[in-house]
Protein backbone atom coordinates (compact mmCIF):
# COMPACT_ATOMS: atom_id res chain seq x y z
CA UNK A 1 0.00 0.00 0.00
CA UNK A 2 2.94 2.15 1.00
CA UNK A 3 4.67 1.48 -2.48
CA UNK A 4 1.32 2.41 -4.32
CA UNK A 5 1.11 5.57 -2.46
CA UNK A 6 4.76 6.63 -3.55
CA UNK A 7 3.86 5.60 -7.12
CA UNK A 8 0.53 8.48 -6.99
CA UNK A 9 2.76 10.37 -5.36
CA UNK A 10 5.19 10.28 -8.11
CA UNK A 11 2.94 10.48 -10.74
CA UNK A 12 1.40 13.48 -9.27
CA UNK A 13 4.85 15.32 -8.99
CA UNK A 14 6.04 14.73 -12.28
CA UNK A 15 2.09 16.18 -13.47
CA UNK A 16 2.55 18.66 -11.83
CA UNK A 17 5.80 20.12 -12.96
CA UNK A 18 5.40 19.48 -16.59
CA UNK A 19 2.42 21.54 -16.06
CA UNK A 20 4.83 24.37 -14.23
CA UNK A 21 7.45 23.98 -17.14
CA UNK A 22 4.76 24.11 -19.67
CA UNK A 23 3.36 27.12 -17.94
CA UNK A 24 6.62 28.73 -17.86
CA UNK A 25 7.58 28.46 -21.47
CA UNK A 26 4.83 29.75 -22.94
CA UNK A 27 5.12 33.15 -20.28
CA UNK A 28 8.88 33.46 -21.72
CA UNK A 29 10.22 32.48 -18.60
CA UNK A 30 13.06 30.40 -17.62
CA UNK A 31 13.34 26.86 -16.87
CA UNK A 32 13.24 26.31 -12.92
CA UNK A 33 16.74 25.24 -11.57
CA UNK A 34 16.99 22.60 -8.98
CA UNK A 35 16.97 23.53 -5.57
CA UNK A 36 20.79 23.30 -4.19
CA UNK A 37 21.00 21.13 -1.05
CA UNK A 38 24.40 22.56 -0.86
CA UNK A 39 24.66 25.83 1.16
CA UNK A 40 20.44 26.42 1.08
CA UNK A 41 19.27 29.33 2.58
CA UNK A 42 17.69 29.40 6.24
CA UNK A 43 14.52 28.55 5.00
CA UNK A 44 15.01 25.51 2.84
CA UNK A 45 17.24 23.99 5.30
CA UNK A 46 14.41 24.12 7.59
CA UNK A 47 12.33 21.73 4.89
CA UNK A 48 15.49 19.92 4.67
CA UNK A 49 15.81 19.28 8.32
CA UNK A 50 12.57 18.37 8.54
CA UNK A 51 12.73 15.88 5.69
CA UNK A 52 15.39 14.63 7.41
CA UNK A 53 12.77 13.82 10.23
CA UNK A 54 9.83 12.61 8.03
CA UNK A 55 9.63 8.87 8.93
CA UNK A 56 7.82 8.19 4.88
CA UNK A 57 7.11 4.56 5.94
CA UNK A 58 4.72 5.33 8.80
CA UNK A 59 2.90 7.72 6.96
CA UNK A 60 -0.54 7.74 5.69
CA UNK A 61 -0.97 8.98 2.07
CA UNK A 62 -3.10 11.98 3.91
CA UNK A 63 -0.62 12.39 6.46
CA UNK A 64 2.44 12.38 3.15
CA UNK A 65 0.21 15.05 1.54
CA UNK A 66 -0.56 17.26 5.04
CA UNK A 67 3.42 17.10 5.59
CA UNK A 68 4.14 18.28 1.98
CA UNK A 69 1.54 20.87 2.61
CA UNK A 70 3.70 22.45 5.54
CA UNK A 71 7.14 21.94 3.56
CA UNK A 72 5.44 23.92 0.75
CA UNK A 73 4.22 26.51 2.49
CA UNK A 74 7.30 26.55 4.90
CA UNK A 75 9.13 27.73 1.51
CA UNK A 76 6.54 30.22 1.23
CA UNK A 77 4.68 28.43 -1.72
CA UNK A 78 0.98 29.07 -0.85
Known amino acids: MI ?17 VEE ?3 RAGLPALQQMSLFGAAPRE ?11 VDAL ?6 NELAKLK ?3 GGG
Open 23 to 25: TRQ
Open 60 to 65: TPIQAL
Open 45 to 55: QDVLDALRVIE
Open 73 to 75: EKL
Open 3 to 19: ERAREILFTLERKERDV
